[in-house]
């Protein structure tokens, strides 16, 4: 009897051991990789530091620069004209779609290839295709324009379109894998349900707006805030693209950090800049939970 207790409390240690190992793997990963650099971000932030200078200590002397920094505010504003072009019709398109491919029709595996290859591919190569696209004397849309006797537009230098031609090359990408998600959430809804409303006489709009909608919302509370955080760290197609041009209409908070610590190492500066886009992606985020939260 004895010894059984004492195998049974062995077999206990070692699965109480294992748990913790597993844990501790993940725990090790954002330890390392994500909360040493937002302390090591927020500590740098309250210094003055030019890599090869000493560092000063300004406690919130650099958020206090920032706010009369006018290309900080600039690129703020970008930023979040960038979030209204960019996530209404990524998430809009991106539904839609999803209910198109979750009915059966021929080839719609093939379709759902063809929308998610965008995603995979390499956002270096899809800023050189839209770049070759957007070309005023040479690209696909310079054809089409003059084809239809129109003039050909500048997109990328232009000030007025420079941001809605990346915000659309980024929903171009970025819909098959939105599509994925949404699919996944319309594929775990009861069909008896749709069967109910239509013995009830709901048409399909009335099934939409009373069982998709509602159902779909922690699936869309979810794109919503991954599509935010994306948008908020949306980098390489402005670098790649238009460098922040023309006259910073699409200089945007990553490319402005980016400038300050790598270009003109003020590492102090760009980790205050850093902190501040943490803390609206987490504030924005944290209303989209409460406005989206379940009754």
């Known amino acids: 009897m004895k010894g059984s207790v004492e195998m049974k409390k062995s077999i206990n240690r070692d699965k109480a051991l294992f748990a913790y190992l597993c844990i501790l793997v993940p725990i090790t990963y954002f330890s390392v990789f994500w909360f040493y650099p937002i302390f090591n971000a927020l500590f740098t932030s309250l210094y003055r ?3 090869i200078t000493p560092m000063r200590y300004t406690g ?47 080839f719609r595996g093939l379709f759902r290839t063809i929308y998610f290859i965008p995603y995979v591919t390499s956002i270096l190569v899809i800023c ?7 070309h005023p004397s040479f690209g696909l849309l310079a054809g089409v324009t003059q084809r239809l006797g129109l003039p050909s537009l500048n997109w990328l230098h232009d000030l007025r379109l420079a941001m809605p031609a990346i915000g659309l090359m980024n929903i171009w990408k970025s819909v098959g894998f939105l599509i994925i998600l949404f699919l996944g959430g319309l594929q775990t809804i009861p069909k008896i349900l749709y069967e109910a409303a239509a013995v009830d006489g709901a048409n ?7 069982i998709t909608l509602p159902l779909l919302k922690p699936t869309v509370l979810f794109v919503l805030v991954i599509s935010l955080i ?3 760290q949306m980098f390489i197609p402005v670098f790649q693209m238009t460098k922040g041009g023309p006259l910073d209409r699409t200089l945007v908070i990553a490319l402005y950090t980016y400038r300050n610590a790598f270009q003109f190492y003020k590492m ?19 209303i989209q939970m409460r406005l989206f939260r379940s009754k």
């Open 60 to 106: 919130f002397g650099n958020y206090l620069k920032l706010m009369k920094d006018p290309r900080f505010v600039r690129s703020l504003y970008n930023t979040f004209y960038y979030i209204l072009l960019y996530i209404a019709p990524a998430v809009s398109i991106s539904l839609l779609l999803a209910l198109l491919f979750n009915r059966k029709f021929p």
């Open 128 to 134: 050189v295709l839209w770049k070759t696209i957007y």
């Open 268 to 286: 102090g500066y760009a980790c205050s800049m850093a902190i501040i886009m943490l803390m609206m992606v987490l504030g924005l985020s944290f």
């Open 204 to 210: 399909k709009w009335l099934q939409f707006r009373h």
């Open 49 to 51: 530091w030019e890599i």
């Open 230 to 232: 994306n948008a908020f």
